[in-house]
């Protein structure tokens, strides 16, 4: 069974060893934010753990991957975990609206390790923290895909998501082609 859970103690020796194995929790800066997350986990792992979940963004600013800083919005991370880590997912929002900053890709983001994938684990991840989005009081969020990703469209299409658009995203990730899809809640 998939569950997503808080960061805990008891789950980071697993999660680390997920790192060590070269996967990545984050799709933009990839082995850069491996990298970062294990020297934060080597240094204080409480503060690490705490750092993943900031519902009133009281965290420094967000660095994007062209260097730009931005301010930090509300948001937490699960663990995708199945016994062991599984993968991760992130939510964020704006207080009082469903409006994302055009540097923010979505208001959540996951990856699976590549050796869990094909579980459907995104699936039930998503599905689990679309809970939490009902939670903050949106009326829907949005999440991109990059078009050649057929797998995440699937997870997104699976828990109720529409596609509302092509777009370039915002300079600092590229400006690359991407899908926005839209999931009621």
Excluded: C
């Excluded at 008891?10 to 491996?34: F, I, M, Q």
């Excluded at 993943?52 to 260097?67: F, M, T």
């Excluded at 599905?127 to 469209?153: C, F, Q, W, Y």
């Amino acid at each position: 069974m998939v569950e997503i859970v808080k960061p805990a103690l008891e789950h980071l020796p697993s999660y680390k060893a997920a790192l060590e194995s070269g996967w990545s929790p984050d799709n933009v800066r990839l082995l850069d934010a491996t990298r970062e997350q294990l020297a934060a986990i080597e240094e204080d792992p409480a503060a690490f753990l705490a750092s993943l979940d900031d519902p009133e963004a009281k965290g420094p600013p967000i660095a994007l991957p062209d260097g730009t800083r931005v301010p930090r919005l509300p948001g937490f991370r699960r663990w995708i975990w199945d016994g062991e880590a599984a993968g991760s997912i992130g939510f964020r929002w704006q207080k009082g609206t469903a409006e994302l900053p055009s540097h923010v890709l979505g208001h959540i983001g996951y990856a699976v390790v590549p050796w869990k994938r094909q579980r459907g684990y995104a699936t039930e991840a998503l599905r689990l923290m679309l809970d939490e989005a009902r939670a903050v009081g949106l009326p829907h969020i949005e999440i991109t895909a990059k078009p050649g990703n057929p797998a995440s469209h699937k997870v997104i299409l699976a828990n109720g998501g529409k596609l509302v658009e092509r777009f370039f995203e915002d300079a600092a990730y590229g400006g690359v082609q991407s899908l926005r899809f839209r999931i009621d809640l």
